[in-house]
């Protein structure tokens, strides 16, 4: 059973380059998302969040996602023979004001190596994902929402959505949200000059510097970083149980992989026609 991928210096200059640029776009709804009130949730408490060293670079956290249930509605079953019957997904509330489509336009090179990443890890998960955003595809169109139906024919990854989060500090945490056989992928940029990332119940500490690829099961393995200096972009790829759920995905079982199944080659072997389906919805 692999619950744990870890990919040092993984991200080309280009990657980087779309994080960074794509990050500073979105300075207003990282600024808006820090909260100072008491009883909030850490992930957006300003408490845990550094002033940027970079002009124009905006310290916040945001979800964006074409499409999921709000916070507290989720639906962890198929959706009911009436429609109008329980909660329904929705657009992420970071993709309905006007620049929706340019944000994630200017997401994709990073969605589709997150993806690829994915195809490699666990090979029935990745179809499982695209199985999903096809249902999700044409539930939408049935349905007739369609700003959901754009954007997720512009979304470019298999994942359900994104966290970005600029100079934030994560104390040890888990993800419950997440399916547990899934691989959370992080990847890292920044002028920082070095990172710890601590996987406590795996006993594992790994340098998290800029341009790594981690991924794990965000609901199995607890997960912290600390840094102190210099500016920090991640950005989390993450899979939503409920929204798999919905969309009558069967869950695949845990990847597994013996050394006389991996053939490189043939895992490693990307490329966009594995999207070209997209274009159907």
Not at 254 to 273: G, M, T
């Amino acid at each position: 059973r692999s619950i744990l991928w870890y990919v040092p210096k993984c991200l080309s200059s280009w990657v980087q380059n779309d994080m960074f640029t794509a990050t500073k776009s979105m300075g207003d709804l990282l600024r808006k998302s820090i909260t100072a009130r008491r009883g909030t949730s850490w992930r957006t408490s300003e408490s845990n969040f550094r002033p940027s060293e970079t002009p124009h670079l905006t310290p916040g956290c945001i979800n964006i996602a074409p499409c999921w249930f709000q916070q507290g509605h989720e639906c962890y079953g198929p959706p009911p023979d009436d429609p109008e019957n329980g909660f329904k997904p929705v657009i992420s509330a970071t993709l309905k004001g006007e620049r929706s489509l340019s944000m994630i336009i200017d997401m994709q090179r990073p969605a589709l190596i997150a993806s690829a990443a994915l195809r490699v890890m666990h090979p029935q998960l990745y179809w499982a994902s695209v199985a999903t955003h096809l249902e999700l595809g044409r539930w939408s169109k049935d349905q007739g929402l369609v700003d959901m139906h754009h954007l997720l024919k512009h979304w470019a990854s298999v994942y359900t959505g994104a966290s970005i989060m600029c100079n934030r500090q994560s104390p040890e945490h888990r993800d419950p949200k997440c399916p547990p056989e899934a691989f959370d992928i992080l990847t890292c940029i920044g002028n920082y000059q070095h990172a710890v990332m601590k996987l406590t119940n795996l006993g594992i500490e790994l340098a998290y510097d800029p341009g790594v690829l981690v991924s794990y099961s965000g609901r199995l393995v607890r997960h912290g970083i600390d840094v102190k200096d210099g500016d920090r972009i991640v950005w989390a790829w993450f899979l939503r149980d409920s929204v798999h759920n919905y969309a009558r995905t069967p869950r695949p079982d845990y990847a597994r992989y013996h050394p006389v199944d991996i053939n490189e080659h043939n895992l490693a072997k990307y490329n966009q026609a594995d999207f070209a389906i997209y274009g159907t919805l």
